[in-house]
């Protein structure tokens, strides 16, 4: 799938040691498999590698000597192969998630999916909780403990020097039956599921979405004068409903054969169940319907996301022709927009002047990293040619940047900010790989 259809995740780089564990998030049904934490390893050669199962995206890679790596794809997994420049024990960190085949009743997780990562070095005892929707439970694996947190049930496995194998077995499962009315089943669902899809100004952001009743009491709204705009509209509200019964049919119904081909339905249905419930909100119509439709999906998690959406009649029905979706991110004022580019610059200038004093000025006295560890990943970069911002985040401060690729690799800088008495200091810095 294209990257323009994902959710950029920013990479946390862990520099001291910590007490290893492993988090999973799995939900059968659809296959959806997120896995994160860190582990302590001990090379014994500069150069290693780990198996991940064959559709897993990284998201998150880090470790402490670190000097390069890269991603292979091969039909038995995906290789992460690593190059260190020093010895010894040291923590990785990583998160990776994917689609693995869904199972309705039973699951197994086992070495021969590779939902944990496979060294091809001794690594340190197995710590690993195991997050499952309710109803399903493990039936064979060793389980050193089980509790409930809202509708999921969280595992914690038994520390264990051998790759965890685990059978699971869905007890709240029952065969599909087909309602005696349909068209009241799907009245009642999508009553449950629903939100109306309401047009507001960004500023109204903030303001919690009316609700079915208060909508029907107020005025009405005024009807777009163009047919097309008012079908595009009924269009994102169907799409809103299906995303809420994350429904790959009803999705792939409103998609174009080549976002079909990209699996842009079964994404959109693999969103984690304890999201909740999805509301959608058309913040910007444009002129020509034709256009791109601006739109805010909220979940009752609180996560937002702005999506862009262009809609094409096709074969005598109104399809999603381009769609793209990006976390929600409040304007960034111009001043403070100014005064990034700025620091930006000046770290670019003193790294092409090899300036080591002006860049260690540039430091916040509490950095997050080691120091020297910092300057040597600055000054492996191109600075030769001019980096620029992509996104500000207001909270925590932080400034995406991208630089020439180096090598061949193509990835982003998270450069995290803390005010200084004169200008912005860096506290932290993350890295983006974008293949």
């Known amino acids: 799938m294209k990257r323009s259809l994902l959710v950029v995740l920013l990479v946390l780089l862990l520099w001291g040691t910590a007490q290893a564990g492993i988090n999973v998030f799995y939900v059968p049904e659809s296959g959806f498999l997120r896995v994160s934490g860190e582990m302590v390893i001990e090379p014994e050669a500069a150069s290693l590698s780990f198996l991940i199962f064959p559709t897993a995206h990284l998201t998150e890679f880090w470790a402490d000597h670190l000097m390069e790596y ?43 999916q590779l939902w944990l990562p496979e060294f091809t070095i001794p690594a340190q005892d197995w710590d690993v909780a195991v997050q499952l929707p309710l109803g399903w439970e493990v039936a064979e694996g060793e389980v050193r403990e089980t509790s409930t947190e809202g509708s999921f049930r969280l595992v914690l496995l038994q520390p264990s020097s051998s790759y965890p194998n685990l059978k699971l077995v869905n007890y709240s499962f029952k065969p599909a039956e087909e309602p005696e009315d349909p068209e009241e089943a799907l009245v009642e669902e999508s009553e449950e599921w629903l939100a109306p899809v309401e047009t507001a100004d960004l500023a109204e952001l903030g303001e919690e979405p009316a609700s079915l009743e208060e909508a029907e009491q107020g005025e009405p709204e005024e009807q777009p004068r163009d047919p097309f705009a008012a079908r595009v509209q009924i269009q ?18 409103l998609l174009s054969p080549a976002l079909q081909e990209e699996g842009l339905a079964h ?78 610059q000046e770290l670019q200038a003193a790294l092409q002047m090899e300036d ?16 020297e560890e910092i300057l040597h990943l600055l000054f492996s970069l191109d600075s030769s040619e001019p980096w620029t911002i992509e996104h500000v985040t207001l909270e925590p401060f932080s400034i995406t940047v991208l630089t020439p690729p180096l090598d061949g690799a193509k990835f982003l800088l998270k450069l995290d900010l803390t005010p200084g008495q004169y200008h912005w200091l860096l506290l932290g810095v993350q890295v983006v790989p974008l293949s």
């Open 70 to 112: 890269r991603v292979e794809r091969h039909p038995h997994g995906t290789t992460v192969i690593l190059a260190v420049r020093q010895l010894g024990p040291q923590t990785i960190s990583f998160s990776y998630e994917g689609l693995i085949e869904p199972k309705q009743q039973e699951a197994v997780l086992g070495r021969d």
């Open 356 to 371: 080591q004093g002006k860049i260690s000025s540039l430091l916040a006295p509490d950095l997050q990293q080691d120091a």
């Open 267 to 344: 994404y959109l249905a693999s969103l984690p169940p304890y999201y909740g419930r999805v509301i959608a909100e058309i913040v910007a119509m444009p002129e020509d319907p034709y256009q791109d439709y601006t739109v805010v999906f909220s979940t009752e998690r609180g996560d937002r996301y702005l999506a862009s959406m262009a809609w094409r009649e096709e074969a005598g029905s109104l399809q999603l022709h381009q769609f793209r979706l990006t976390p929600y991110e409040p304007t960034v004022p111009k001043e403070v927009a100014d005064s990034c580019e700025l620091f930006l």
């Open 236 to 253: 994102i509200n169907r799409f809103t409903r299906a995303l809420g019964l994350r429904s790959q049919a009803e999705l792939a119904e």
